[in-house]
Nanobody, 120 residues
Framework: QVRLVESGGGLVQAGGPLRLSCAASGDTSSISSIDWYRQAAGKQREEVATISSDGSTVYADSVKGRVTISRDNTENTVYLQMKSLKPEDTGVYSC??????????????WGQGTQVTVSS
């Protein structure tokens, strides 16, 4: 069982930075990757970035160069550092832990999400 809590969202002016946090607890040793998703009002959910247990990262083209995903293993926290924010970055940002146990399908655990609003 994994529990995730996001924080750091808020209102930011276009061009500004923002850092989101995803704190994980529970059986964190079983996590294969942590993904950040976002969903704007009236739009489909979009994967923003992912970081795997080996430290590898993947970014969506829409945020590449403006977003960095990182982790603090001591604190069991994954960060999403954003800069040069645009109004189209507005949405609810959620983190998800992908857990693979070695048998059965992988499990996903979602946080509650944090709102990011970028004003023009």
């Amino acid at each position: 069982q994994v529990r995730l809590v996001e924080s750091g969202g808020g209102l930011v002016q276009a061009g500004g930075p923002l850092r989101l946090s995803c704190a994980a607890s529970g059986d964190t040793s079983s996590i294969s990757s942590i993904d950040w998703y976002r969903q704007a009002a009236g739009k489909q959910r979009e994967e923003v970035a992912t970081i795997s247990s080996d430290g590898s990262t993947v970014y969506a083209d829409s945020v590449k160069g403006r977003v960095t995903i990182s982790r603090d293993n001591t604190e069991n926290t994954v960060y999403l550092q954003m800069k040069s924010l645009k109004p189209e970055d507005t949405g609810v940002y959620s983190c998800v832990a992908v857990v693979r146990t070695g048998y059965g399908p992988p499990m996903e655990y979602w946080g509650q999400g944090t709102q990011v609003t970028v004003s023009s």
